[in-house]
């Protein structure tokens, strides 16, 4: 099993990889590629009596961009964050 369990209505995600070229073929450099907001969902805590967890392990979705904790574990980057700031799942 994954070494970070979330507590709480908390899940833990993983960035997916910014697109780098354009549809045109245009290579970006770092600092024009956008902050990606989509990620796979890697834990997810059991819930609160209030909340009910909704997202499950291997979702794809989108998040709120500034929310969340930045770990590093296993010589991976994760974000922590409450399952109110994913906005959706990507189908």
Do not use: C, H, N, W
Request: hydrophobic letters at 35%.
């Amino acid at each position: 099993s994954f070494g970070i369990k979330p507590l709480g209505e908390r899940v833990v995600i993983q960035k997916l990889e910014a697109e780098e070229k354009t549809e045109s073929g245009l290579i970006l450099t770092g600092t024009a590629k956008e902050k990606p907001q989509a990620a796979e969902v890697i834990a997810v805590g059991p819930g609160t009596d209030d909340v009910e967890m909704v997202v499950k392990v291997g979702d794809q979705v989108v998040y709120s961009q500034y929310a969340g904790t930045e770990v590093k574990y296993a010589g991976e980057e994760y974000t922590i964050l409450s399952q109110k700031d994913i906005l959706a799942t990507i189908e």
